[in-house]
Protein backbone atom coordinates (compact mmCIF):
# COMPACT_ATOMS: atom_id res chain seq x y z
CA UNK A 1 0.00 0.00 0.00
CA UNK A 2 1.40 3.52 -0.92
CA UNK A 3 0.87 6.67 0.52
CA UNK A 4 -1.08 7.73 -2.80
CA UNK A 5 -3.86 5.28 -2.50
CA UNK A 6 -4.51 6.50 1.12
CA UNK A 7 -5.03 10.18 -0.33
CA UNK A 8 -6.56 9.43 -3.88
CA UNK A 9 -10.00 9.64 -3.97
CA UNK A 10 -10.52 7.46 -7.33
CA UNK A 11 -12.80 5.36 -7.31
CA UNK A 12 -13.86 2.62 -9.71
CA UNK A 13 -16.58 4.00 -12.08
CA UNK A 14 -18.61 0.77 -11.97
CA UNK A 15 -18.35 -0.82 -8.46
CA UNK A 16 -17.30 2.24 -6.37
CA UNK A 17 -14.68 0.61 -4.64
CA UNK A 18 -11.39 2.85 -4.21
CA UNK A 19 -8.47 1.74 -6.72
CA UNK A 20 -4.80 2.85 -7.21
CA UNK A 21 -4.27 5.70 -9.60
CA UNK A 22 -1.64 3.13 -11.53
CA UNK A 23 -4.15 0.37 -12.01
CA UNK A 24 -5.40 -0.77 -15.05
CA UNK A 25 -7.88 -2.36 -14.16
CA UNK A 26 -10.16 -2.41 -11.04
CA UNK A 27 -9.23 -4.93 -8.72
CA UNK A 28 -12.83 -5.65 -7.46
CA UNK A 29 -14.80 -5.71 -10.29
CA UNK A 30 -12.06 -5.89 -13.66
CA UNK A 31 -13.55 -2.80 -15.25
CA UNK A 32 -10.87 -1.21 -17.31
CA UNK A 33 -10.01 2.02 -15.71
CA UNK A 34 -7.82 2.93 -18.24
CA UNK A 35 -9.03 1.79 -21.45
CA UNK A 36 -10.92 3.62 -24.47
CA UNK A 37 -13.91 4.86 -23.74
CA UNK A 38 -15.74 1.98 -26.37
CA UNK A 39 -13.59 -0.22 -23.85
CA UNK A 40 -15.43 0.79 -21.21
CA UNK A 41 -18.63 1.33 -22.60
CA UNK A 42 -18.78 -2.37 -23.44
CA UNK A 43 -17.38 -3.53 -20.11
CA UNK A 44 -20.78 -1.68 -18.37
CA UNK A 45 -23.09 -2.84 -21.01
CA UNK A 46 -21.66 -6.46 -20.88
CA UNK A 47 -22.29 -5.58 -17.13
CA UNK A 48 -25.60 -4.33 -17.31
CA UNK A 49 -26.96 -7.75 -19.28
CA UNK A 50 -25.27 -9.65 -16.92
CA UNK A 51 -27.42 -8.00 -13.81
CA UNK A 52 -30.41 -8.42 -16.09
CA UNK A 53 -30.12 -12.55 -16.84
CA UNK A 54 -28.63 -12.86 -13.06
CA UNK A 55 -32.28 -11.25 -12.21
CA UNK A 56 -34.17 -13.40 -14.27
CA UNK A 57 -32.06 -17.21 -13.30
CA UNK A 58 -32.84 -15.58 -9.24
CA UNK A 59 -36.45 -15.73 -10.89
CA UNK A 60 -36.41 -18.73 -11.63
CA UNK A 61 -34.64 -19.70 -8.51
CA UNK A 62 -37.20 -18.80 -6.29
CA UNK A 63 -40.33 -20.09 -8.12
CA UNK A 64 -38.50 -23.31 -7.06
CA UNK A 65 -37.77 -22.44 -3.91
CA UNK A 66 -41.76 -21.57 -3.78
CA UNK A 67 -42.78 -24.89 -5.32
CA UNK A 68 -40.80 -26.76 -2.20
CA UNK A 69 -42.99 -24.75 0.04
CA UNK A 70 -46.34 -25.02 -1.71
CA UNK A 71 -45.07 -29.07 -1.85
CA UNK A 72 -44.71 -28.54 1.67
CA UNK A 73 -48.80 -27.23 2.09
CA UNK A 74 -49.94 -30.05 -0.45
CA UNK A 75 -48.97 -32.80 1.89
CA UNK A 76 -50.07 -31.66 4.44
CA UNK A 77 -53.11 -30.44 3.12
CA UNK A 78 -53.62 -34.17 1.28
CA UNK A 79 -52.43 -36.10 4.65
CA UNK A 80 -55.33 -34.38 6.40
CA UNK A 81 -57.85 -34.39 4.55
CA UNK A 82 -57.29 -38.16 3.46
CA UNK A 83 -57.52 -39.15 6.91
CA UNK A 84 -60.32 -37.40 8.15
CA UNK A 85 -62.38 -37.48 5.19
CA UNK A 86 -61.46 -40.04 2.90
CA UNK A 87 -59.92 -42.65 5.33
CA UNK A 88 -62.19 -42.75 7.43
CA UNK A 89 -59.99 -42.41 9.89
CA UNK A 90 -58.48 -46.06 10.20
CA UNK A 91 -55.23 -47.42 10.89
CA UNK A 92 -53.71 -47.70 7.83
CA UNK A 93 -54.76 -43.71 7.08
CA UNK A 94 -53.24 -42.33 10.05
CA UNK A 95 -49.78 -43.99 8.96
CA UNK A 96 -50.36 -42.35 5.73
CA UNK A 97 -51.25 -39.02 7.61
CA UNK A 98 -48.15 -39.78 9.72
CA UNK A 99 -46.23 -40.16 6.19
CA UNK A 100 -47.45 -36.90 4.96
CA UNK A 101 -46.87 -34.18 7.48
CA UNK A 102 -43.54 -35.97 7.95
CA UNK A 103 -42.75 -35.46 4.01
CA UNK A 104 -44.89 -31.82 4.43
CA UNK A 105 -42.05 -31.24 7.81
CA UNK A 106 -39.10 -32.39 5.46
CA UNK A 107 -40.21 -30.27 2.51
CA UNK A 108 -40.43 -27.13 4.59
CA UNK A 109 -37.19 -27.57 5.87
CA UNK A 110 -35.45 -27.77 2.23
CA UNK A 111 -37.69 -24.74 1.43
CA UNK A 112 -35.78 -22.89 4.05
CA UNK A 113 -32.68 -24.22 2.98
CA UNK A 114 -32.91 -23.12 -0.61
CA UNK A 115 -33.20 -19.82 0.47
CA UNK A 116 -29.22 -20.45 1.42
CA UNK A 117 -27.93 -22.89 -0.48
CA UNK A 118 -30.69 -22.93 -3.68
CA UNK A 119 -28.54 -26.16 -5.66
CA UNK A 120 -28.33 -28.75 -2.59
CA UNK A 121 -31.69 -27.92 -0.97
CA UNK A 122 -33.52 -27.77 -5.08
CA UNK A 123 -31.33 -31.55 -5.70
CA UNK A 124 -32.52 -32.99 -2.47
CA UNK A 125 -36.61 -31.37 -2.88
CA UNK A 126 -36.38 -33.38 -6.50
CA UNK A 127 -34.99 -36.54 -5.52
CA UNK A 128 -37.08 -37.10 -2.64
CA UNK A 129 -40.45 -35.97 -4.73
CA UNK A 130 -39.63 -38.38 -7.59
CA UNK A 131 -38.77 -41.30 -4.82
CA UNK A 132 -42.22 -40.55 -3.17
CA UNK A 133 -43.82 -40.96 -6.49
CA UNK A 134 -41.70 -43.63 -7.56
CA UNK A 135 -42.99 -45.04 -4.04
CA UNK A 136 -46.65 -44.75 -4.98
CA UNK A 137 -46.51 -46.63 -8.18
CA UNK A 138 -44.93 -49.22 -6.74
CA UNK A 139 -47.58 -49.08 -4.33
CA UNK A 140 -50.06 -48.76 -6.93
CA UNK A 141 -49.56 -48.53 -10.93
CA UNK A 142 -52.15 -46.84 -11.20
CA UNK A 143 -51.01 -43.53 -9.07
CA UNK A 144 -48.96 -42.24 -12.11
CA UNK A 145 -51.82 -40.76 -13.38
CA UNK A 146 -53.69 -39.15 -10.30
CA UNK A 147 -52.56 -35.52 -10.34
CA UNK A 148 -49.99 -35.97 -13.41
CA UNK A 149 -50.32 -32.89 -15.04
CA UNK A 150 -49.53 -31.33 -11.23
CA UNK A 151 -46.28 -33.72 -10.50
CA UNK A 152 -45.16 -32.03 -14.02
CA UNK A 153 -45.60 -28.91 -13.34
CA UNK A 154 -43.92 -29.27 -9.82
CA UNK A 155 -41.14 -31.40 -11.58
CA UNK A 156 -40.69 -29.03 -14.17
CA UNK A 157 -40.12 -25.79 -11.78
CA UNK A 158 -37.60 -27.70 -9.48
CA UNK A 159 -35.38 -28.77 -12.67
CA UNK A 160 -36.01 -25.16 -14.04
CA UNK A 161 -34.68 -23.83 -10.72
CA UNK A 162 -31.92 -25.84 -10.56
CA UNK A 163 -30.52 -25.22 -13.76
CA UNK A 164 -30.88 -21.40 -12.44
CA UNK A 165 -29.26 -21.86 -9.81
CA UNK A 166 -26.50 -23.42 -11.52
CA UNK A 167 -25.86 -21.18 -13.75
CA UNK A 168 -26.20 -18.15 -10.88
CA UNK A 169 -23.21 -20.22 -9.24
CA UNK A 170 -21.65 -20.12 -12.97
CA UNK A 171 -22.08 -16.17 -13.58
CA UNK A 172 -20.52 -15.68 -10.18
CA UNK A 173 -17.58 -18.10 -10.57
CA UNK A 174 -16.76 -15.88 -14.13
CA UNK A 175 -17.13 -12.58 -12.66
CA UNK A 176 -15.69 -13.92 -9.30
CA UNK A 177 -18.10 -12.29 -7.07
CA UNK A 178 -18.69 -13.73 -3.59
CA UNK A 179 -22.09 -12.35 -3.66
CA UNK A 180 -23.69 -9.83 -5.60
CA UNK A 181 -22.25 -6.55 -3.80
CA UNK A 182 -19.88 -6.43 -6.43
CA UNK A 183 -22.81 -4.92 -8.90
CA UNK A 184 -24.03 -2.58 -5.72
CA UNK A 185 -24.04 0.24 -8.41
CA UNK B 1 6.66 -23.30 16.81
CA UNK B 2 7.02 -22.82 12.73
CA UNK B 3 6.74 -18.82 12.23
CA UNK B 4 4.12 -18.73 8.62
CA UNK B 5 4.95 -15.97 6.86
CA UNK B 6 2.25 -14.93 5.10
CA UNK B 7 2.18 -14.08 1.37
CA UNK B 8 1.72 -10.12 1.15
CA UNK B 9 1.11 -10.47 -2.82
CA UNK B 10 0.04 -12.76 -4.90
CA UNK B 11 0.84 -13.37 -9.05
CA UNK B 12 -1.84 -12.58 -11.73
CA UNK B 13 -3.18 -16.41 -12.69
CA UNK B 14 -2.28 -14.41 -16.60
CA UNK B 15 0.63 -12.00 -16.79
CA UNK B 16 2.28 -12.83 -13.86
CA UNK B 17 1.82 -9.11 -12.54
CA UNK B 18 1.97 -8.71 -8.50
CA UNK B 19 -1.46 -8.32 -6.53
CA UNK B 20 -2.65 -7.79 -3.46
CA UNK B 21 -3.97 -10.49 -1.92
CA UNK B 22 -7.61 -10.02 -1.92
CA UNK B 23 -7.67 -9.01 -5.39
CA UNK B 24 -10.68 -10.38 -7.14
CA UNK B 25 -9.07 -9.28 -10.92
CA UNK B 26 -5.62 -8.02 -11.82
CA UNK B 27 -4.91 -4.69 -11.87
CA UNK B 28 -2.41 -5.00 -15.14
CA UNK B 29 -4.22 -7.19 -17.57
CA UNK B 30 -7.90 -7.46 -16.04
CA UNK B 31 -8.57 -11.32 -15.65
CA UNK B 32 -10.72 -12.43 -13.01
CA UNK B 33 -8.83 -14.44 -10.17
CA UNK B 34 -11.52 -17.15 -10.11
CA UNK B 35 -11.85 -18.05 -6.62
CA UNK B 36 -12.28 -21.36 -6.84
CA UNK B 37 -12.21 -24.49 -10.25
CA UNK B 38 -15.12 -25.67 -10.78
CA UNK B 39 -15.98 -27.97 -13.76
CA UNK B 40 -19.06 -25.28 -14.95
CA UNK B 41 -18.84 -25.99 -18.09
CA UNK B 42 -19.97 -29.50 -17.67
CA UNK B 43 -21.63 -29.43 -15.07
CA UNK B 44 -25.26 -31.20 -16.90
CA UNK B 45 -23.25 -34.25 -17.90
CA UNK B 46 -21.98 -34.54 -14.25
CA UNK B 47 -25.01 -33.52 -12.67
CA UNK B 48 -26.86 -36.29 -15.67
CA UNK B 49 -24.15 -38.76 -14.90
CA UNK B 50 -24.99 -38.72 -11.11
CA UNK B 51 -28.52 -39.08 -11.49
CA UNK B 52 -27.99 -41.82 -13.50
CA UNK B 53 -25.71 -43.63 -10.73
CA UNK B 54 -28.62 -42.69 -8.10
CA UNK B 55 -31.39 -43.11 -10.05
CA UNK B 56 -29.78 -47.24 -10.61
CA UNK B 57 -29.60 -47.10 -6.62
CA UNK B 58 -32.89 -45.94 -6.20
CA UNK B 59 -34.16 -48.54 -8.33
CA UNK B 60 -32.28 -51.56 -6.26
CA UNK B 61 -33.12 -50.03 -3.16
CA UNK B 62 -36.90 -49.98 -3.72
CA UNK B 63 -37.27 -53.45 -5.41
CA UNK B 64 -35.36 -54.86 -2.52
CA UNK B 65 -37.68 -52.93 0.06
CA UNK B 66 -41.45 -53.27 -1.54
CA UNK B 67 -40.64 -56.87 -2.94
CA UNK B 68 -42.66 -59.47 -1.22
CA UNK B 69 -39.60 -61.89 -1.83
CA UNK B 70 -37.89 -61.45 1.38
CA UNK B 71 -35.07 -64.52 0.83
CA UNK B 72 -31.80 -64.73 1.50
CA UNK B 73 -31.03 -65.40 -2.46
CA UNK B 74 -33.19 -62.33 -3.32
CA UNK B 75 -31.21 -60.20 -0.62
CA UNK B 76 -27.58 -61.38 -2.12
CA UNK B 77 -28.83 -60.60 -5.32
CA UNK B 78 -29.64 -56.81 -4.78
CA UNK B 79 -26.67 -56.76 -3.02
CA UNK B 80 -24.84 -58.07 -6.47
CA UNK B 81 -26.18 -55.05 -8.32
CA UNK B 82 -25.51 -52.79 -5.59
CA UNK B 83 -21.79 -54.02 -5.80
CA UNK B 84 -21.63 -53.66 -9.51
CA UNK B 85 -23.08 -50.48 -10.05
CA UNK B 86 -21.04 -49.02 -7.35
CA UNK B 87 -17.56 -50.43 -8.84
CA UNK B 88 -19.02 -49.26 -12.14
CA UNK B 89 -19.68 -45.84 -11.01
CA UNK B 90 -15.83 -46.08 -9.16
CA UNK B 91 -14.17 -46.66 -13.08
CA UNK B 92 -16.20 -43.91 -14.60
CA UNK B 93 -14.81 -41.57 -11.75
CA UNK B 94 -11.58 -43.03 -11.46
CA UNK B 95 -10.29 -39.74 -11.25
CA UNK B 96 -12.12 -37.96 -8.80
CA UNK B 97 -11.90 -41.36 -6.44
CA UNK B 98 -8.68 -42.18 -6.68
CA UNK B 99 -6.75 -39.36 -4.68
CA UNK B 100 -9.28 -40.62 -1.29
CA UNK B 101 -8.47 -43.96 -1.89
CA UNK B 102 -5.34 -42.87 -0.55
CA UNK B 103 -4.59 -42.40 3.75
CA UNK B 104 -2.17 -39.66 4.03
CA UNK B 105 -4.05 -38.68 6.95
CA UNK B 106 -3.27 -42.10 9.08
CA UNK B 107 -2.63 -41.85 12.15
CA UNK B 108 -3.65 -44.95 14.59
CA UNK B 109 -4.76 -42.67 17.10
CA UNK B 110 -7.50 -41.05 14.81
CA UNK B 111 -8.62 -44.92 13.88
CA UNK B 112 -8.60 -46.11 17.32
CA UNK B 113 -10.84 -42.52 18.28
CA UNK B 114 -13.40 -42.82 15.45
CA UNK B 115 -14.06 -46.35 15.71
CA UNK B 116 -14.55 -46.24 19.20
CA UNK B 117 -17.10 -42.83 18.31
CA UNK B 118 -18.77 -45.30 15.75
CA UNK B 119 -19.34 -47.83 18.53
CA UNK B 120 -20.67 -45.73 20.74
CA UNK B 121 -22.96 -44.03 18.84
CA UNK B 122 -24.35 -47.46 17.39
CA UNK B 123 -25.15 -48.67 21.14
CA UNK B 124 -27.18 -45.21 21.30
CA UNK B 125 -29.09 -45.87 17.85
CA UNK B 126 -29.76 -49.15 18.52
CA UNK B 127 -31.47 -48.67 22.24
CA UNK B 128 -33.07 -45.84 20.80
CA UNK B 129 -34.87 -47.66 17.12
CA UNK B 130 -35.48 -50.91 19.15
CA UNK B 131 -37.03 -48.76 22.10
CA UNK B 132 -39.01 -46.91 19.73
CA UNK B 133 -39.78 -49.89 17.05
CA UNK B 134 -41.20 -51.29 20.12
CA UNK B 135 -43.81 -48.76 21.53
CA UNK B 136 -44.75 -47.63 18.68
CA UNK B 137 -45.26 -50.62 16.36
CA UNK B 138 -44.76 -53.37 18.87
CA UNK B 139 -42.38 -55.31 16.59
CA UNK B 140 -38.61 -55.98 16.33
CA UNK B 141 -37.05 -56.75 13.80
CA UNK B 142 -33.54 -58.46 12.79
CA UNK B 143 -31.38 -58.83 10.36
CA UNK B 144 -30.38 -61.93 12.03
CA UNK B 145 -33.57 -63.70 10.82
CA UNK B 146 -32.49 -64.12 7.12
CA UNK B 147 -29.30 -65.71 7.99
CA UNK B 148 -29.92 -68.12 10.81
CA UNK B 149 -30.23 -71.15 9.25
CA UNK B 150 -27.22 -71.06 7.73
CA UNK B 151 -23.29 -72.35 8.87
CA UNK B 152 -21.14 -69.45 9.87
CA UNK B 153 -24.54 -68.03 10.25
CA UNK B 154 -22.75 -64.83 12.79
CA UNK B 155 -19.96 -64.34 10.34
CA UNK B 156 -21.87 -64.03 6.93
CA UNK B 157 -24.20 -61.19 9.10
CA UNK B 158 -21.43 -59.40 9.64
CA UNK B 159 -20.02 -59.89 6.07
CA UNK B 160 -23.39 -58.88 5.13
CA UNK B 161 -24.45 -56.36 7.09
CA UNK B 162 -21.30 -54.33 8.25
CA UNK B 163 -18.46 -55.44 5.29
CA UNK B 164 -20.34 -54.84 2.16
CA UNK B 165 -22.14 -51.78 3.13
CA UNK B 166 -19.13 -50.29 4.76
CA UNK B 167 -17.07 -50.39 1.66
CA UNK B 168 -19.97 -50.07 -0.85
CA UNK B 169 -22.10 -47.79 0.34
CA UNK B 170 -18.86 -45.49 1.31
CA UNK B 171 -17.61 -45.59 -2.04
CA UNK B 172 -20.90 -45.58 -3.74
CA UNK B 173 -22.27 -41.92 -1.85
CA UNK B 174 -18.51 -40.71 -0.20
CA UNK B 175 -16.72 -41.86 -3.56
CA UNK B 176 -18.75 -41.56 -6.55
CA UNK B 177 -21.58 -39.46 -5.40
CA UNK B 178 -19.53 -37.00 -3.43
CA UNK B 179 -16.72 -36.57 -5.55
CA UNK B 180 -18.69 -35.99 -8.14
CA UNK B 181 -20.93 -33.22 -6.83
CA UNK B 182 -17.84 -31.73 -5.47
CA UNK B 183 -16.52 -30.83 -8.79
CA UNK B 184 -19.81 -28.73 -9.49
CA UNK B 185 -20.94 -27.77 -5.96
CA UNK B 186 -18.86 -26.40 -2.93
CA UNK B 187 -17.80 -28.48 -0.39
CA UNK B 188 -20.40 -27.31 2.14
CA UNK B 189 -23.07 -28.11 0.25
CA UNK B 190 -21.89 -31.63 -1.32
CA UNK B 191 -21.85 -32.58 2.58
CA UNK B 192 -24.91 -31.84 3.05
CA UNK B 193 -26.76 -33.34 -0.52
CA UNK B 194 -24.81 -36.50 -0.09
CA UNK B 195 -26.04 -36.77 3.57
CA UNK B 196 -29.65 -36.34 2.37
CA UNK B 197 -29.33 -38.67 -0.61
CA UNK B 198 -27.96 -41.42 1.47
CA UNK B 199 -30.00 -41.08 4.43
CA UNK B 200 -33.73 -41.15 2.09
CA UNK B 201 -32.33 -43.81 0.27
CA UNK B 202 -32.34 -46.23 3.24
CA UNK B 203 -36.07 -45.49 3.30
CA UNK B 204 -36.86 -45.22 6.35
CA UNK B 205 -38.54 -41.88 8.14
CA UNK B 206 -38.16 -43.13 11.52
CA UNK B 207 -34.70 -44.12 11.12
CA UNK B 208 -34.31 -40.49 9.40
CA UNK B 209 -33.53 -38.75 13.15
CA UNK B 210 -29.54 -40.69 13.18
CA UNK B 211 -29.06 -41.54 9.16
CA UNK B 212 -28.76 -37.72 8.37
CA UNK B 213 -26.36 -36.61 11.15
CA UNK B 214 -24.23 -39.91 10.62
CA UNK B 215 -24.19 -39.58 6.98
CA UNK B 216 -22.99 -35.79 7.51
CA UNK B 217 -19.97 -36.73 9.59
CA UNK B 218 -18.97 -39.36 7.57
CA UNK B 219 -19.47 -36.96 4.47
CA UNK B 220 -17.76 -34.13 6.70
CA UNK B 221 -14.73 -36.55 7.57
CA UNK B 222 -14.12 -37.47 4.00
CA UNK B 223 -13.56 -33.61 2.77
CA UNK B 224 -11.43 -33.05 6.36
CA UNK B 225 -9.09 -35.99 5.94
CA UNK B 226 -9.17 -36.30 2.34
CA UNK B 227 -9.77 -40.32 2.41
CA UNK B 228 -12.47 -42.08 2.41
CA UNK B 229 -10.95 -44.94 4.50
CA UNK B 230 -12.16 -43.41 8.10
CA UNK B 231 -15.69 -43.40 6.85
CA UNK B 232 -15.62 -47.03 5.67
CA UNK B 233 -13.99 -48.30 9.02
CA UNK B 234 -16.95 -46.12 10.61
CA UNK B 235 -19.16 -46.79 8.83
CA UNK B 236 -18.14 -51.04 9.69
CA UNK B 237 -17.87 -50.20 13.22
CA UNK B 238 -21.28 -48.55 13.72
CA UNK B 239 -22.86 -52.12 11.31
CA UNK B 240 -21.06 -54.50 13.21
CA UNK B 241 -22.25 -53.16 16.56
CA UNK B 242 -25.64 -53.16 15.61
CA UNK B 243 -24.86 -56.92 14.35
CA UNK B 244 -23.70 -57.90 17.83
CA UNK B 245 -26.45 -56.12 20.06
CA UNK B 246 -28.64 -58.56 18.10
CA UNK B 247 -26.72 -61.28 18.29
CA UNK B 248 -27.01 -60.57 22.45
CA UNK B 249 -30.85 -59.55 22.14
CA UNK B 250 -31.51 -62.95 20.12
CA UNK B 251 -28.81 -64.90 22.54
CA UNK B 252 -26.84 -66.37 19.91
CA UNK B 253 -23.55 -65.09 21.33
Not at chain 2, 176 to 196: C, H
Not at chain 2, 200 to 209: G, P, T, Y
Amino acid sequence: MNADSILSSARCTSCDSPVNEQDQFCINCGFPLKGTDEAQNQFLSNKRYKQHELKELSRKTRNAQTTLFVLSGLFFVIGVIYYFFIGGQSDLAFVALVTNLILSAVFLALGGWSKNKPIAAIISGLVLYIIVQLISIVNDPVNIGKGIIVKIVVIGYLVKGLQSAMEVEKIKKEYNISDATIWKK
Amino acid sequence: MEEIIEMAERTCLNCGAKLAIEARFCSSCGLAQTISKTDESNWQRILIGLSFFFGLLTIICLVGNFSNNKGIDFLLLMDLLFMVITITGVGMSWNSIKPFLYWKSFKILKVIGYSVLSIILAIVVNVIINWLNKSMFGIETYYYEAFRHLRYAKLITILIIAVQPAIFEELAFRGVIQGGLSRIIEPQQTIYLTAFLFAILHMSFLSLFWLIPFAILLSYLRNKENTLWYGIIMHFFFNATACFLEFFRLDVL
